[in-house]
């Protein structure tokens, strides 16, 4: 079916490249720079992953920035020189990277008075991203209209989850979401945070718990909370170089959730990668609203 608008995202939604090649969904490939040089996040297509998580074990830092006005107009303005626009955007609340987007679309917008152009904020990143893109692109190939669209995304953007913890507290340190003092106490102790896709659109703390076996078990409780309708789901496993860990969280889910349509493994990407470091471990689904 031939639509009347284009559906588009970014690469923060950790969206796996498969998928958006079958799905035909274009995307905004955000910045990373890692020993010096930038590179553009591909969701898994030239699989850096992995040395992308060694190279940080064995001590790189890689940095994120903003992607330019400029370059979203190099993305926006051939769509709209033939057709309307719906954009599902990463949480406004983890960058202020959407500032340039709505500069773009108003820019464009004067250029093309006779386009829509809409810009979906999910309060989300990674893997509830992913879950909110493939709600609502199974919408539009149904041949929704754009407001539906859009207003799907907006009824659902709070019951996307993400559960999560982290192996080493010195990234989230690193990137001001804790104190040093506290990461440094915290890994003396085995700490180990539970973190969540907040209500606002932040990553928030919900719990500390001591050992990444306690860890894994909390997350598969906040899942057992949280989640609706298991069977007709597939929850979205997202890791950072533990693969074995998460064969085991998919093992505890199984058990746990019995009805469970599905689990998908997937490799955490550069970009998010850089903020939550190697260990990382989360678990992602549809469900209730978010509380915290």
Known sequence: ???SYVFMTDSDSDLYYKIADERNIPVVRMPYTLDGKEYLDDNGRSGVEIS?????EAGSNPNTSLLPTATYLEYFEPVLQEKDLLFVAFSSKMSSTINNIFEAREILLKKYPERKFTVV?????SGPQTLLVLGAHDL??????????????LDNRLRAHAWLTVSDL???ARGGRISSTSAFFGSMLDIKPI???????KMDPAEKVQGRKKALRSIV???MEYIEHPEEQTILIMQANVREEAERLADMLRHSIPNLKGIRIQTVGPVIGAHCGPGTLACCFMGKERKI
Do not use: A, P
């Open 221 to 223: 409780d906040h899942t």
């Open 1 to 3: 079916m031939e639509m």
């Open 121 to 125: 904020d999910t309060l989300s990143i």
């Open 170 to 172: 010195k990234y989230l």
């Open 195 to 201: 973190i969540c896709m907040g209500r606002s659109g």
């Open 52 to 56: 992308f998580f060694e190279k940080m």
């Open 140 to 153: 539009y190939r149904q041949g929704k209209s754009m407001e539906e669209v859009e207003k799907w995304l």
